[in-house]
Every structure is written in structure tokens, then in C-alpha cells.
């Protein structure tokens, strides 16, 4: 039974974290988040369709311990100069011009999300990364829906206050 709980779920539980943290962090990370499933098995009741919430919070807790790195990361991404961004160079492509567009957006977001809140941080990218539904979401966190709709809506309104009116909110 766990052993295939660990087939069905390891590859998005790992998606997750690197998207978070990192591969090198979500390969460690991934084997704490069994090893914890697995040491609390017994108190689960749900069956294995509906594990992947349960293991989003387990692995979400353990990001909170490693949150303090993961806000610098963002904050080192929304300082970052842009890869290829020659100042001295006036010939440009379009290519590359439209390469440091999207990078200079990237540095953007990331400078947002790591001016978030842990909690809507974790709601935001829950939603947008992993495609979880309101009801997913407050079960990998254990939160009331109503929460997570706040902390989602706090989440968009930083969003799009910071990134103008170009923000093309995709998430619905």
C-alpha cells in the first residue's frame, strides 16, 4: 500500500519542492516527506486517492523549516542582473531583448513572492504550481476554504500591485 502511495505521488511531491527550493533540497526533502507519511500512517484515514493533500502539507511544513533560505533565494533573484545583459552593447536582438524582458519579470515575481507572507506564499503556490483546488489546499494545510480563499485573494491583490497593469492574471 505505501509503496505505491510513494509510485503514484514521489514525482509531483518532488516537483513541488524543487519548484520551491530546489533539487538538490526537494531530493532530500521528498525522502523526509515519506519517512514522515510513512511514521504516521497510522493516523491517516483517508485512502490513497486522496493522499496527495495530506503529503503537500507534510512537505509544506518541512519547507517552513527551510523558509528562511527560500526567501533569500527570492530576494538574490529579484536583484539579480539579467543573464546576457551587456549595458555596453547597444545591438541587441529582439530575441535577447524579449529574453531580458521575460527575465526582468521573473525578478519581479520572485521579488513579490518573497515579500508574501509564508501563508499566502504557500496558498499562492499550492493554486498556481501544483493546480490543487480550494478545498486540496486547505486540506494540505489544514485551514477552513474561507482561509485559503483570503489568503489567495491577498496573495493576487500583492500580485497585481506590484506588477502593474501588464499582470495578466491567468489564475481564475
Known amino acids: 500500500m505505501f509503496a505505491r ?54 512537505a509544506t511544513n518541512l519547507i517552513h523549516r527551510r523558509r528562511r533560505d527560500e526567501v533569500r533565494q527570492y530576494r538574490a533573484y529579484s536583484r539579480a542582473e539579467p543573464a546576457g545583459l551587456d549595458r555596453h552593447d547597444d545591438s541587441l536582438s529582439t530575441g535577447v531583448a524579449a529574453r531580458i524582458d521575460a527575465e526582468s519579470a521573473s525578478r519581479a515575481l520572485t521579488g513579490v513572492l518573497a515579500g508574501l507572507r509564508q501563508a499566502e506564499r504557500d496558498v499562492l503556490l499550492l493554486y498556481a504550481w501544483e493546480d490543487l483546488s480550494y478545498a486540496e489546499i486547505a486540506a494540505a494545510l489544514d485551514l477552513p476554504i474561507g482561509t485559503v480563499r483570503s489568503r489567495l485573494h491577498r496573495a493576487r491583490r500583492a500580485l497585481r500591485s506590484a506588477l502593474g497593469p501588464d499582470f495578466q492574471e491567468t489564475l481564475s
Open 5 to 58: 502511495l510513494f509510485d503514484q505521488y514521489a514525482v509531483t511531491i518532488h516537483r513541488y519542492v524543487a519548484r520551491r527550493l530546489g533539487r538538490t533540497e526537494a531530493d532530500d526533502l521528498l525522502g523526509q516527506t515519506f519517512l514522515i507519511a510513512f511514521e504516521r500512517r497510522h493516523r491517516y484515514a483517508g485512502t490513497s486517492e486522496s493522499a496527495l493533500p495530506w503529503l503537500y502539507g507534510i
